[in-house]
C-alpha cells in the first residue's frame, strides 16, 4: 500500500470515527440539568440520543435485574412445548415498547426467564409490565335486579359467618351447606326462576333470624348489621339515557380489605351464581374527598375476546382522560359491531386479567373502531403500559417473579469511576513507559495505540454496543496487545540495525520479519473472541465485542499509521529508537 493510501484511507477512517462518536460524546458530557432540558425541549430526545450513543450495561449505570418463571403447569402438556420462548419473546415486544436501551433477556434452566433492565429504576412498572398475563376479555354485567338477589345471599351468609365467630365457633358450624346457584343471573328458566324464588326466600327468613342479634366485632367493626356487605357498596353506574342502575358499586379503600375477606369465604363464593363474579376495578379514584375502588359484578361469559384488536395507539377519551384507541377488522369487526348493537345502552365492562379497567356504556353500534376509556385517575403511564401489553399480546402461560434485583445508580457511577481510572491510568502508564524506553519511535507507538482506542469507541458507537466492566477489560487488553505489536516490530527493527543496515532497511525487515508472529498470534486471539461471543452471554460478549475490534484495529494501527510514520523517517540517517 502506498504512502498515499495510507494518509488517505486513515483520514477518511478518523471523519467517519468523529461522526460515529459525536452522540456519545454528546451524551457523556452532558450534565444532568442538560438532560432534562433536552427532554422538556424534545420529549423522547434523551431516549433517542442514547439509542445513538454507546450504551452502559447494568453494572455501569444500574437498573434492574428480574427472573421470571413461567408457570408451565398451568398449560397443558402440547401447550407447554415452547411456551417460554414464546413468553421471551411476548417479554421483549413489551420492553422494547418502554425504550430501555439494550436490554438482556434471556432463557434459563427449563422455566426461567432473566430479564436485565439497564437504566430503568421503575420496579414496580417494570413488575406490572413484565409478569402481567394480559388477557383482555370484554364482558356485560349483571342486572341490578339480579345483583340485589346474590348481594342479599351475600350478606346472610356473611351475617352467620360472622356470628360464628363470634360466638367462638367454626364458620362450617353456623352456616348451612350451600351449592353454587347455576344460571340464576343470565337464563331466566324455569330452573332458575325457582332458585331466585328460594334465595329470596332464605334471605328474607336469614334477616329475621339476625335482626340485632350480630355482636360487634373489634377486628371489623360490625355491631349488630343485619346488611354487613351490601351496605359498605355504593351504586354508581347509572345510566341517564336508559334510567337503570347498574351493578357497578364504590368501595373505600378501608373497606376493600374486609370485602375481599368476605369474597374468599367458601359460603360466599357458593352464594355467588356460577355465571357471574365480582371484579375489583384496576385502580383507584378518588371521589367526595375519599379515595375509593369499584367492585363490578360482571357475568363470566366472555362476549369479546382482546385478540381481536388492531392498531392499538394512545388517545383520549371524551373527557380528556387518558384512553387506548383499536381498530377492528373482518370477523373481529362483525361481532364487535353485534355485541354492540344487541347491548345498547348498557355498560361493557373491559377487563384485563380479571380487573376491570373501565365500564363504558354502550351508545351505538361500534364497527371498526372503538376505545379503552381507563378513567380520571388513570396516568400516561398507566396508559402508556395498558398499550405496550395489548400491543405485545398476552403471555401463553402466568409468569412469577422469584428474584429482584435493583442495582443502584450509586454503584453504577462507582463502577464506571474506577473503570474509566483504572483504564485512563493503565493508558498513561503505557504511553510512559513505551515513550521512554523506545524514545521518538515509542511516541509514535504512543500515537498508534491513541488510534487504535479512539477507533474502537468509534465502532462501538456504531455498532450501539453496550459497554459493561467486561468490556471495559477487553479494552484494557486492547491496549497491552497494540503496544505488544509495535514492542515486537521495534525489537526486530534494532536487530537489523545492530548489523550494520541502514535505516531504510533496518525498517522494511523489521515490519516484513514481524509480520507473521504478530498475525498468528492476532489470529488466535480473533478466534477466542469470536468464540466467547457466540457461546457466551450477556457481559461476556461485551469483553468478547471490545477485544475482537480492538485487536483487529491493533493490525491496521502497526501497518498502517504507524508504518506511514516510519517510512517518512526512512531517509534520516540514525533512528531514535
Not at 373491559?350 to 351508545?363: H, M
Not at 445508580?409 to 513505551?434: E, M, N, P, Q
Request: glycine share 8%; proline share 3%; hydrophobic share 45%.
Amino acid at each position: 500500500m502506498s504512502q498515499k493510501w495510507r494518509i488517505g484511507i486513515t483520514a477518511v477512517l478518523v471523519v467517519l470515527a468523529l461522526l460515529a462518536f459525536w452522540k456519545t460524546f454528546q451524551l457523556w458530557t452532558m450534565s444532568d440539568a442538560d438532560k432534562k432540558a433536552l427532554e422538556d425541549r424534545e420529549p423522547g430526545g434523551l431516549l433517542r440520543l442514547e439509542q445513538k450513543a454507546i450504551r452502559l450495561g447494568l453494572d455501569l449505570q444500574g437498573g434492574i435485574h428480574v427472573v421470571l418463571r413461567v408457570k408451565l403447569e398451568d398449560l397443558d402438556q402440547a401447550s407447554r412445548e415452547g411456551a417460554v420462548d414464546r413468553a421471551i419473546s411476548v417479554v421483549r415486544n413489551r420492553i422494547d415498547g418502554l425504550g430501555v436501551a439494550e436490554p438482556v433477556i434471556q432463557k434459563e434452566g427449563v422455566d426461567r426467564i432473566i430479564v436485565d433492565l439497564p437504566g430503568y429504576t421503575d420496579a414496580a412498572r417494570a413488575e406490572e409490565l413484565i409478569g402481567q398475563t394480559a388477557i383482555l376479555e370484554f364482558k356485560l354485567l349483571e342486572s341490578m335486579d339480579n345483583a340485589k338477589l346474590v348481594l342479599a345471599r351475600i350478606d346472610t351468609a356473611v351475617v352467620a359467618y360472622e356470628k360464628g365467630r363470634a360466638a367462638g365457633t367454626t364458620p362450617e358450624s353456623t352456616t348451612p351447606a350451600t351449592k353454587p346457584v347455576a344460571n340464576a343471573a343470565n337464563n331466566p328458566t324455569k330452573d332458575s326462576v325457582d332458585v331466585l324464588s328460594q334465595l329470596m326466600k332464605d334471605t328474607s327468613s336469614a334477616k329475621k333470624d339476625t335482626a340485632n342479634q350480630f355482636a360487634y366485632d373489634e377486628n371489623t367493626g360490625i355491631e349488630k348489621e343485619t346488611e354487613p356487605f351490601s351496605t359498605r357498596l355504593e351504586p354508581v353506574l347509572f345510566s341517564q339515557r336508559a334510567g337503570a342502575t347498574w351493578p357497578g358499586f364504590n368501595v373505600t379503600k378501608k373497606d376493600r380489605p374486609l370485602l375481599e375477606k368476605w369474597l374468599a369465604l367458601p359460603q360466599v363464593k357458593a352464594a355467588i351464581p356460577q355465571d357471574c363474579e365480582f371484579d375489583w376495578s384496576t385502580r383507584s379514584e378518588i371521589r367526595n374527598g375519599a379515595e375509593v375502588y369499584y367492585l363490578y359484578l360482571v357475568k363470566r361469559k366472555v362476549q369479546f375476546p382482546g385478540k381481536y384488536l388492531e392498531g392499538i395507539s394512545l388517545g383520549r377519551d371524551n373527557m380528556g382522560g387518558y384512553a387506548v384507541d383499536f381498530k377492528l377488522s373482518g370477523d373481529g369487526a362483525a361481532r364487535f359491531a353485534q355485541l354492540t348493537g344487541a347491548n345498547i345502552d348498557k355498560p361493557l365492562a373491559i377487563v384485563l386479567d380479571n380487573k376491570v379497567e373501565s365500564a363504558p356504556f354502550i351508545n351505538s353500534k361500534i364497527r371498526n373502531r372503538g376505545q379503552i376509556t381507563m378513567g380520571g385517575s388513570a396516568q400516561f403511564d398507566d396508559a402508556r403500559n395498558l398499550e405496550i401489553v395489548l400491543k405485545a399480546g398476552a403471555l401463553p402461560a402466568p409468569v412469577e417473579i422469584i428474584e429482584r434485583n435493583v442495582v443502584g445508580a450509586t454503584l453504577g457511577s462507582d463502577s464506571i469511576k474506577k473503570g474509566f481510572y483504572s483504564s485512563l491510568i493503565g493508558l498513561v502508564l503505557v504511553l510512559a513507559y513505551i515513550g521512554f524506553y523506545y524514545r521518538v519511535s515509542g511516541l509514535i507507538a504512543d500515537i498508534g495505540l491513541l488510534f487504535n482506542v479512539f477507533f474502537l469507541m468509534a465502532i462501538l458507537a456504531t455498532l450501539h454496543a453496550t459497554l459493561t466492566m467486561p468490556g471495559i477489560a477487553g479494552i484494557i487488553l486492547t491496549i497491552g496487545i497494540s503496544v505488544d505489536s509495535n514492542i515486537l516490530i521495534f525489537e526486530r527493527i534494532r536487530e537489523e540495525m545492530r548489523t550494520g543496515k541502514t535505516v531504510r532497511a533496518s525498517i522494511d525487515a523489521g515490519y516484513d520479519r514481524a509480520w507473521v508472529t504478530i498475525f498468528d498470534s492476532h489470529v488466535t486471539t480473533l478466534i477466542t473472541a469470536g468464540a466467547l461471543f457466540l457461546l457466551g452471554s450477556g457481559p461476556i460478549k461485551g469483553f468478547a465485542v471490545t477485544l475482537f475490534w480492538g485487536v483487529t484495529l491493533s493490525l491496521y494501527t502497526a501497518y498502517v499509521i504507524t508504518k506511514a510514520i516510519f517510512d517518512i523517517r526512512k531517509q534520516y540517517d540514525t533512528l531514535s529508537i
